[in-house]
């Protein structure tokens, strides 16, 4: 009976002490092997990013851009006091980089020459001024089509003063643009600008290193009128477009679209005394809701770059003539107006009985639009009466314009690249669970070494490698902001993770912590035991 008891007693040790071991190593595999799974397994990768180089370029408050210009003088000229003067208002310029979004240095040259000047070819990225002398009543500056500026000037040395305060003026304001790359820098890093030229800048297309071309005919009729769209695009289009290349790439369509009808009823001018009509007119307000009736129609939300209309609208028959009416009550002389950003529209109405649409008339008023959408002036300020710009000829746009366009998408485009990277380290420290995968680390890294050599293209006066380096510093900092493996987990709330993790853990930790508990309980007592015997 007692060798029974005994044999019980034993039994029930080993089976407790069984359950023990088992729950001790249950709860050793889970902390040891089960917790460095999980952690290995979903935790965050996050790949090594260059935040002090981003930090610093975010900190760098001035953008230095330098400009050429090589200043030849006649040698009929005073050339001391010429440059005299000119280093007295090149040298007003200054202001600290801090100071100034954008820090403009003139890198001024000078030399003397003949009378017949004998100025050798252009070269890109550099403004030459041509200075003669002779006896003249009064001072005349001429900015050129290509990069040249012709000045002349009387031979007395008080006329130099007024001279080179205007010429210095010209060649800031209007040839290198220094309240516009101001502006456009201001605008990017929401520091709020002057004002002055925020309305060129609405019109500006946004950067973008390729953009759709559609050129689009609208006929409210079935009856079908002939254009020779290709021939126009080839011969008033593609001159600029070719020169622009270096800056843009363009992707250039065309379509027709019949039994387009606009949205709006015309308003009808008719003759005072016999009230016959004697043409139509749409009002500025409604010209938004004409684009609004046709937007879906056009296709261009069919690619991801950046479109530009140009729309060629057919009056109808019952609507004939038909013009638009400006703000000033005046009717529209091309008969077209522009949207900013997206393009231009223009009203064509079509003589009796013509089958062909008069391109050559209605493509310069879109070679118009397209320079304004590209940051491009049609109107040049009135400096004074003694200064002029001569008009760009074939291929539609000067040297010096498309130098301007260089300098000022290069800065557009580096500013634009540090405020997104800036962008992007706010976010990735704010939220610690988004994927930072190598591709991404790529593209930052790639956008970083563009940003640190178009910054120094830029203020060489390199405007070829600088836009070159800035439109690699633009794309790569897009395809990191804007990669999928970020946008996953953007949205992704912290609470969501014990919705995930509760209903997995729980039911396997329970027993285990249950067990741990009980074997932690009865070594207690068997020490308490233990210690009783002793004493």
Known sequence: MFGSRSSYDSDDFNSRKTQNIAAIATGLIFVVLGVPIWWNTTKVYRATLPFTEIAELNQDAGLKVGVNVDIVVASECDFVAVKSKLDDYFGNSGGSVSAKPVFVKYNVTYSQKGADMGLEGEVPGTIRVAVNCGDFDDFKINVETNREISAQIGRKTENFDEFGKI????????????????????????????????????KMVPPSS??????????????????????????????????????????????????????????????????????????????????????????????????????LYLTDNSNNPLFIQKGDGLLSKSNNFLLPRWGGMTVYNPQGGAREVDLDSVMPTFLTNLRTLVGLRNNH??????????????????????????????????????????????????????????????????????????????????????????CDAFISSQSAFFHPSLLELLYFPEDQKF?????????????????????YKRYKNKDSCDKAKVE
């Open 167 to 202: 010429l210095v003026k010209v060649l800031k304001q209007g040839v290198v643009g220094e309240e516009m790359l101001e502006e456009v820098v201001a605008n990017i890093r929401k520091e709020g600008g002057s004002g002055r030229k925020d309305e060129e800048l609405m």
């Open 210 to 311: 390729e953009f759709e071309v559609i050129f689009t005919l609208l006929c409210p009729d079935a009856e079908k009128m002939t254009w020779d769209v290709e021939r126009a695009i080839s011969e008033h289009i593609t001159p600029i477009l070719e020169e622009l290349k270096p800056i843009f790439h363009f992707h250039i369509s065309s379509q027709v679209l019949y039994s387009t009808k606009l949205r709006v009823r015309p308003k009808i001018m008719k003759n005072s005394t016999t009230n016959e009509v004697k043409y139509h007119y749409l009002q500025g307000n409604q010209l938004s809701n004409i684009i609004n009736s046709i937007e879906s129609r056009l296709g261009s939300h069919l690619s991801t770059f950046p479109t530009l209309n140009f729309v």
């Open 499 to 519: 919705a995930i993790y509760v209903p997995l853990f729980l039911p396997i930790s329970l027993p285990v912590m249950v067990s741990l508990v009980f074997v």
């Open 381 to 470: 300020p009135n400096f004074d009466e003694r200064v002029s710009f001569n008009p760009p000829t074939w291929p539609g746009i000067t040297g010096w314009e498309t130098d301007y366009l260089l300098r000022l998408r290069s800065v557009e485009n580096v500013a634009t690249s540090i405020n997104t990277l800036g962008s992007l380290e706010k976010l990735l420290h704010q939220i610690d669970n988004i994927i930072i995968n190598d591709d991404v680390a790529d593209s930052v890294f790639q956008s970083v070494a563009a940003i640190v050599e178009a910054k120094q293209t830029i203020s060489t006066g390199n405007l070829t490698t600088a836009m070159s380096s800035s």
